[in-house]
């Protein structure tokens, strides 16, 4: 159509000005020429087209790849990340484990050297401390190291320990293990050692403001949660006296001292949960007593004279069987006690002994018996809750003591940093004298 309507205009031109036709021949050339570079351009927008199209889909496909690869790297950086996530949680996990078992930093000790330590205890009058030496001895054997065990006659004889104490340090001794019979007392003896360098394992008790780097390691029970373990079962057996009571009542508890810090924190474990069983049944109590004891008390929320139940504490003038006895039959004598607790071997025997003459301590609370508890084990307060004088009482484990005090001393004497050890507290009664975790721990 484009071609005739050229010919038409041409021969039309050609006629109204006398040319000839070779123009319009070559204008028809000349749209043919427009008609194929039009085709040329065309084919080359098609071919430009489809190969925009290809480098598109090129493109596209190298997208793809690119996020395929970055998904891939992503998801292994992810793995990696949980990976060592999961790693530093495996050692949180160890790190944890380490620290819930103290006893673990001991794990693969050696002796550098065959050392020599003086252990100070507190005296030889209970077999308690017996059986630390045995768990002493044992370790010793183990790390080829030796020991020399010191003490006084009685736990009283507190200058005869401070005496024994300052002639150890002046042999400059590599450690030195002590049970001190007054923790106050031997703060001197405790800076000398810090100034000369000595290792210092406390055990059994451990000492209150020691000088700073005289103490490395304290092995020792938890002694105020022990004595809350003992005040707990004792309310449990008494509660439903103390709802229906009269008038007011007696507990009684007997503390061989109010010096070492292992009776200090047990006698007021046990006044502490005391309070706070009676409270929280809606009853007033007063402690009375002791002086140490009675302003160490907290929650104390009544007087002597008008208190529901009034905690009465004793200590002898000496750490004896016998006055322990003295300061419990005073306590048993009054006519509203219903119930005692000895704190530790000697007190317990001391109650147990009272009650020979008195005959007034059993397991039958609402027929009128008074309840008693001790504290530790021995053949004598086996034998008080075997047949029923004493309902139970708590047992420490004095040979893991005396043995982890000599793995202490030897780890502080190589040099090797060390943290505190403590050692569990049992609850035993009738009942349960034989479990495989209980039975080595009642030592006679």
Known sequence: MKVKKLIALGLCAAMVSGMTVSPVLAAEDTAEEADATEETTEDADAEATEEDAEATDDAAAEEETTEDADAEATEEDAAADDA????????????????????????????????????????????YWDAAQEGMKKAAEELGVTYTAQGPNSESDIADQVNMINTAISSNPVGLGLAACDTSSVLDALQECADKGIPVVTFDTGVDNAPEGSVVCNVATDNAQAGAVAAENMYNAIKDVIANADGQVIIGEVNQDATAQNIQQRGGGF???????????????????????????????????????????????????????????????????????????????GVIAANSNLNVLGSDPANGDVVGVGFDAGSIIKGAVQDGTFIGAVTQSPLMMGYYAIYALTAAANGQELEDVPTDGYWYDATNMEDEEIAPNLYD
Do not use: H, R, W
């Not at 050692?91 to 050696?110: I, R």
């Not at 004896?320 to 048993?332: F, K, R």
């Open 271 to 349: 006044i502490n949960k005391m309070i706070e069983l009676l409270q929280a049944d809606g009853k007033t109590v007063a402690v009375t007593g002791n002086e140490f004891y009675v302003n160490a008390a907290e929650g104390a929320d009544a007087t002597e004279s008008d208190a529901d139940v009034i905690i009465q504490v004793a200590v002898p003038a000496q750490t004896t069987v016998e006055l322990c006895s003295t300061e419990a039959q005073a306590i048993l004598s009054q006519e509203n006690c219903i119930a005692i607790f000895g704190s530790n071997q000697v007190a317990a025997e």
């Open 84 to 127: 060592e996530a999961t790693e530093e949680d495996a050692e949180a996990t160890d790190d944890a484990a380490a620290s819930d078992d103290p006893t673990a930093q001991f794990d693969g000790l050696k002796a550098n050297e065959a050392y020599e330590f003086p252990m100070m205890v507190k005296s030889f009058q209970a077999t």
